[in-house]
């Protein structure tokens, strides 16, 4: 007889324990959080590898012991007769889980492990087998439990839940363990003959799962390599009576199982994960938006299924309508059917205005979920009017909408700021760029639960969308905060969409969905329209120059000469695209360079220099670190060896804290003027902080 501890995902253990009694049913069970134990033979451990839909490892016990000191871990392990185990020739690795107060470095464990093992066999044959962390032989692992240490060897290799049919994934996937307990919870694996429809299937795997229980096929009858293949006293011939057995059990399913998605390419991945899985002839496949989705003639049956629930907030806002039209959907067409849906976000439920009847918190992958199961009954079908939202942002956006809509009466742009966190439990700014709408939210403090602060934003997005009328794919959401480094170049999607806005006589090109900002600051509006009226016949270079805004508006204002420079290649390929769509050509130059190193070997020389730098980097396509505020003076310092007599730097920055060195900067031969306040835009007063301006002419 063996000791076998069976491992599964977090709040699994209970369904595991049940699967367990069923594929060992004379054995006696306990169960801990994650882990199901019990004492059988070999043929036990074999059968829950073969049939085991819920089990992630199987480990079988070598030994135990106290810990109270790390010589201990050494002295339980060569405990074992390791020789007996597996042979010289094999390759093992060891993984430790657990601490104590003698062990409190896994690492440092799973090393003292490894030194009994190889201690044993150098002893016995003045050799050592080799350790392979990427394909071992032989898993070892090493659990602590407070002061216990148990020593075990994994029969299973690679965990359970992999089942060798996911060649390829969608977009968040489900793992298949998780998707067999789904179906368990359910309800629907005690009723195989009902039928089943995944309305938005991804990859394929809740489908597979289902297939294969009403099939009768063992989830591990494909997998060709096993952690006991290696082992000594594995019992071959069993395992190949229990896996022709296996084989021989398989059946026909009695019920109908769909499969839905609205993107092609994911389904045609579903389609190849169930060919390879053996199921593909059980499982309907169709192409349509879940929203649109019918039960066709089947009155009543089981909706299993793990739908989109955004880790980011800006996705999370684009399915808030989804899953609004969904309940309208499922009230119309589901009636008397049973429906789970996994989520990571209960609120995106709640959307469909239905009425659960039992919750389940599970764990896909590291991220908490929870199984959410409604009885569509008549009661729960019928449809609720939705009433307009009324709270006091819709009411302070509204007034904001009416005073920009009178000041824009005099201005030449579609570009602008509405609304900039000017009330504090609605921490936003909004910026209109043509039809869209750009929601920034900026980082809510640590002493904000994240539900709340989704919520809160979930409340902006559909007010949003009540009173302007937009469409809710023109509202685009994104999370602002501290950017440093590389981080504020970092892409938040990959669109790749563009569209064109205006502003005094000037065309961009922006981009308001992959990066935080969108290629145009808005705060410089007249910045850069003093920067085009003071541009005529004179040499201009724009320094960290973005996307080149400041760079169109002086080719516009008829500069001699217009040199770009910036360190991303993206931004100087975005730069010459704005000077293409304003049709213009002539003495324009773009650097692709980092501009503190550029500056300092540079020997031209400018009527006009336009400096805009970042608070902070430290990129590493830089040379050295920057802080604006220690580095301020050096930089001026270098731009002023190349400002011709009487030329004139715009210096800006936006650190709210900034104060430029007078002295040290009047010391280089400069008239300082500050003029932030005649350059700060009428939408950008609720916050003056973000926006410093000073002209710097040199005498």
Partial sequence: ???????????????????????????ALKNKPGQVLFTGKLEDAYQVCLWSRLANRVLIKLAEGEVNTAEDVYHIADKVNWPTQFAMSNTFMVDFNGT???????????????????????????????????????????????????????????SLHQRHYRLKTGLAPVKEHLASAMLIRSGWSKQKHATLIDPMCGAGTIAIEAAMMAANIAPGIKRTAWGFDSWKQHDSELWNNLQSKAEQESTQPQCVIKANDIDGAVLSIARENAETAGVSQFIEFTQQNACELTPGDVTTGYLVSNPPYGERLSDTKQLVPMFQKLGIQLKQSFKEWHMSLLTSDRNLLREMKLTSNKEYKLMNGKLECLLVNYQLDEKNCQIREIKPLSNDFINRFSKNVQKTNKWLKKQNTNCYRIYDADLPEYNVAIDQYADHLVVQEYSAPKDVPEHKAKKRVNEIMQSLVQVTGLDSDKIVLKVREQQKGKNQYQKVSQRKERIEVFENGAKFQVNLFDYLDTGLFLDHRITRQMIQQKAKQKDVLNLFAYTGSVSVHAALGGAKSVTTVDMSNTYIDWAKD???????????????????????????????????????????????????????????????????????????????????????????????????RQTLPEDFKRNPKIHHCWSLVKL
């Fill in 1 to 27: 007889m063996f000791e076998f501890l069976i491992t599964t995902s977090k709040g699994m253990d209970s369904l595991l324990l049940e699967e367990i009694a069923q594929i060992c049913p004379d054995v």
């Fill in 100 to 158: 104590n107060q003698s062990i409190n470095n896994t690492q440092f464990g799973a090393l003292k492990v490894k030194d009994a093992i190889v201690d044993q066999f150098t002893t016995f044959f003045d050799q050592r087998p080799s350790v392979s962390k990427l394909s071992p032989d032989i898993r070892i692992q090493a659990r602590m439990w407070r002061s216990i240490l148990g020593i075990y060897i994994d029969l299973s290799g690679q």
């Fill in 578 to 676: 704005n000077f293409s769509c304003n049709n213009l050509r002539g003495a324009y130059e773009f650097i692709q360079a980092d501009c503190l190193t550029w500056l300092k070997q540079h020997q031209g020389h400018y009527d006009l220099i336009f400096i805009d730098p970042p608070s902070f980097s430290n990129s590493k396509r830089m040379e050295s670190t920057w802080d604006v505020q220690r580095d301020h003076v050096a930089l001026i310092a270098d731009a002023v060896k190349c400002l011709n007599k009487g030329g004139e730097v715009i210096f800006s920055n936006n650190l709210r804290q900034f104060k430029i060195d007078t002295a040290q900067v009047e010391a280089l031969g400069l008239a300082i003027k500050d003029i932030s």
